[in-house]
């Protein structure tokens, strides 16, 4: 599908919207694209325009639920599949999203695409072929594109966050020219796909999959043995783990991750809220 165009709008933004126009006031200047970018909207009691575009005042705005114009409505960025998939605002512009509530990218402390930056540099992309196993919104991919990777091979298999995706100005775009066309986003389970890359054609992985009580098999000793096969020697590797459960059951997933990295060819070692590793 092609990437939204339209504005994206919360209920912060139409409170400032609405209280410009009580004042009086005929335009207002703001971002209607998550700070992408700044346009001017013109008032009405009727609605509003940007871009070319009227827009009537959407009714009923629910905090922290972004909106987007499908054509007769202000609909909410979300969508029903295996669950609930939710484009959730954060402090920082950049978008995160939900699975039933559940908050898929870190945010408390920093913004989600600064967080994927950091993890990225580990696997110092430029002039490389990565593998990034779980694509979800991008960042690691719009990250890589941005350190000059030689070419990012993506995997998502979520139909609900690919919608996702093209309602986010911060995912990265397949077709803008100045990437060249170095991502490939592929929409499959890379728990299955990885069996069929070319052993030795990658030169780093990302790896950020969901929990293990969503994704198990995306943490199975078989599943590092296939990309410890797909990965050159030498080859860098950053598994997002987190620390869940570890104070409900005092389970140590990070080490469990690093235990069976090691055994599939690794030198494994924690990093940041993950693992880092090298292959042997």
């Known amino acids: ?21 009580a004042a009086g006031g005929t335009a207002f200047t703001a971002s209607f694209d998550l700070g992408r970018s700044q346009d001017t909207a013109q008032l009405a009691a009727d609605g509003w325009q940007w871009r070319g575009q009227r827009y009537p005042w959407p009714q009923r705005l629910k905090d922290r639920t972004l909106y987007y114009w499908d054509g007769h409505a202000f609909m909410p960025a979300a969508r029903f599949g295996s669950g609930l998939y939710k484009l959730v605002p954060t402090g920082w512009d950049v978008p995160t999203f939900e699975i039933d509530g559940i908050k898929m990218l870190p945010t408390a402390r920093t913004c989600p695409l600064e967080d994927a930056r950091r993890k990225v540099a580990l696997v110092a992309p430029q002039g490389r072929q990565v593998l990034d196993t779980c694509g979800g ?58 069996a ?11 790896h950020d999959p969901p929990r293990f009580g969503i994704a198990g098999e995306l943490y199975s000793q078989a599943f590092y043995d ?39 060819g690794f030198r494994a070692r924690p990093e940041l809220d993950g693992v880092f590793a090298i292959r042997r």
């Open 137 to 194: 919104l991008g960042y690691f991919a719009a990250c890589c594109l941005e350190a000059g990777a030689a070419a990012i091979r993506s995997y998502e298999k979520s139909p609900e966050v690919l919608w996702l995706r093209t309602l986010n100005p911060w995912s990265p775009d397949l077709q803008a020219e100045a990437y060249g066309g170095r991502l490939t986003l592929v929409h499959d389970d890379v728990s299955v796909a990885v």
């Open 196 to 206: 069929t890359l070319a052993e030795g054609s990658f030169d780093a992985v990302l």
């Open 226 to 264: 296939q990309l410890a096969r797909v990965l050159r020697k030498g080859g860098r590797l950053f598994h997002y783990t987190g620390t869940p459960n570890r104070l409900t059951s005092g389970r140590d997933v990070p080490r469990e991750v690093g235990a069976r990295l090691e055994k599939a």
């Open 1 to 21: 599908m092609p990437p939204y165009s339209g504005p994206l709008i919360g209920r912060p933004l139409l409170d400032a919207m609405h209280q410009a126009h």
